[in-house]
């Protein structure tokens, strides 16, 4: 070994434990930890999910017990998610607007009962819609003005309800501005909005179509409104319209196959920038993890340092929970 070589030896700040903890960029903290949550109708129901094992759909009574272990756990915020009764879907989403629907319900009883938890809210159609889709359809297309009309009106019930953040998903264009401005005049200042900036059409989320029973409902793909995985710098114009228009947080989803963007997006806005874990790349560890090809655990804090890493400053994820626990024993 050379002189030169020698004087830069990498080793010596891997050396030993203590050395490595002090030199270490990035950590995981329980803070950075969002947990999205699926409700059911009903009573005392926790309904496991075949494609996403650990994973359980849950009453609003029981929704209220989770909600406190993720608060006791020291998690900051909660994201909910309704499997909606497929008698109440129609066409137009309608029940979406609906004040005492499932998801404002839980919203309601969440806060209530664990006033400390931050309750995020999706505002998209396709938990309401027949046809699976995120907006209103018609003759063959997702029409935009109309959906976020609707969503904008959903936002501020969703507000009502008791909801702090309201995240639209659905990808319409103009939608941060419609909601911020409808929230504002209806006196919901202070609700944030965390936009799903960057959503991607992409193949990850299959399982939690079967979480909210969308699955087999939907006709065709969402190509017309999900950003094609294959183009970046169109994700990050539409992010920067998002930002004029008003959003007070970012979001890329899905989030491993796309930390390029989670960059991308937090050098160009300097915005809060949150990556959504989808319900695909949960399933995959989960599902190796199971079969002995990985260590699941380790994969797990891995995967989500890595959106740290990436710039993020936190992630949706549905290791929520048991991330949280592994932490606070750190
Ligand atoms: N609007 C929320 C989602 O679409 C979640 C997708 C997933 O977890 O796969």
């Given at each position: 070994m050379d002189r030169i070589t020698g004087h830069r030896r990498m080793r010596r700040n891997r050396k030993a434990d203590w050395s490595r903890r002090l030199v270490q960029e990035n950590r995981l903290t329980i803070d950075d930890l969002i947990w999205p949550i699926f409700i059911v109708p009903g009573n005392g129901i926790v309904e496991p999910i075949d494609a996403m094992p650990g994973v359980n759909r849950m009453s609003v009574d029981r929704a209220v017990e989770a909600a406190k272990e993720a608060a006791d756990l020291g998690i900051p915020a909660i994201a909910t998610f309704p499997n909606i009764?497929?008698?109440?879907?129609d066409e137009t989403g309608?029940?979406?607007?609906?004040?005492?629907n499932l998801i404002n319900r839980a919203t309601r009883a969440i806060k209530k009962a664990v006033p400390n938890i931050g309750v995020i809210t999706d505002v998209a159609l396709d938990p309401f819609t027949s046809h699976g889709h995120d907006g209103i359809l018609r003759d063959g297309e997702i029409v935009n003005d109309e959906t976020v009309e609707t969503i904008a009106r959903a936002a501020v019930i969703q507000a009502n309800a008791g909801s702090d953040i309201i995240a639209p998903s659905e990808m319409m264009d103009g939608r941060i501005g419609a909601i911020r401005e409808a929230l504002d005049a209806s006196g919901h200042q202070n609700v944030g909005i965390m936009s799903y900036a960057t959503k991607f059409a992409s193949a990850f989320y299959g399982p939690y179509r079967e979480a909210i029973g969308t699955g087999g409902l939907?006709?065709?793909?969402?190509k017309s409104y999900y950003i094609d995985p294959a183009n970046g710098t169109e994700a990050i114009r539409d992010a920067a319209l998002d930002v004029e228009e008003g959003a007070d947080m970012l979001m890329v989803k899905p989030g491993l196959a796309y930390l390029d963007i989670c960059w991308r997006m937090k050098e160009a806005f300097g915005l809060p920038v949150f990556a959504y874990q989808v319900s695909g790349e949960y399933t995959q560890i989960k599902a190796a993890a199971a079969n002995g090809w990985i260590d699941g655990e380790r994969v797990m804090l891995e995967t989500l340092l890595a959106f740290k890493r990436a710039g993020c400053d936190g992630i949706l994820s549905y290791f929520a929970v048991e991330a949280a626990k592994i932490l606070a024993k750190r």
């Open positions: 009764d497929v008698a109440l879907r309608s029940h979406s607007l609906a004040p005492d939907l006709k065709g793909d969402k």
